[in-house]
């Protein structure tokens, strides 16, 4: 498969993941408008936007995780980071519906300080092994930190 094509097909992945997970809550602009939220809060529009581009960044370091760096260099490093990536992302897709379906926000706000935790494992792991990646992955996890203050508040006064 050309370079073009595995980089399709990481950002596919990723973005198709993360509909999956966003379907499971379909209702969630419902949920989410009819919370009491913080004064800080976006709308409910706001993640539909902000989540796909994300989603795309991470699928650009799925790719340069998986396809691109293996080609340079075969390192143990590089496997943690790529494992690091995974287990992140998934825990960042089971969190949509324990929020939205389970309407569990303390529990959903301990699930996103085990994402916070995860992703900041694979952070530091990829500066370690690819400075790009390193940084494409800085407004992902600043999101989900800012998520994950927002979590908090939701939890609290709701």
Known sequence: MKKVGKIILSIIIVLALGFVSGAAAIKASDVY??????VFAPPAAAFRIVW??????????????????????????LRE??????????????????????????????????????????FLKMRRVDRVSFYLFIPYLLWIMY???LNFSIAVMN
């Not at 408008?33 to 913080?38: A, Q, R």
């Not at 991470?58 to 998986?66: K, M, P, Q, V």
């Open 33 to 38: 408008e009819s919370l009491t939220l913080p």
């Open 52 to 77: 796909p581009i994300l989603y795309v960044i991470l699928g650009i370091i799925l790719y340069r995780l998986r396809y691109y760096l293996p080609e340079k260099e075969d390192s143990e490093r």
């Open 81 to 122: 980071a790529l494992n690091l990536f995974w287990v992140q992302l998934i825990i960042n897709l089971l969190w949509t519906p324990v929020f939205f379906l389970l309407n569990a926000f303390w529990a959903s706000f301990f699930w996103i300080l085990l994402l916070i935790g995860t992703a900041g494992a694979a």
């Open 147 to 149: 998520a994950a203050v």
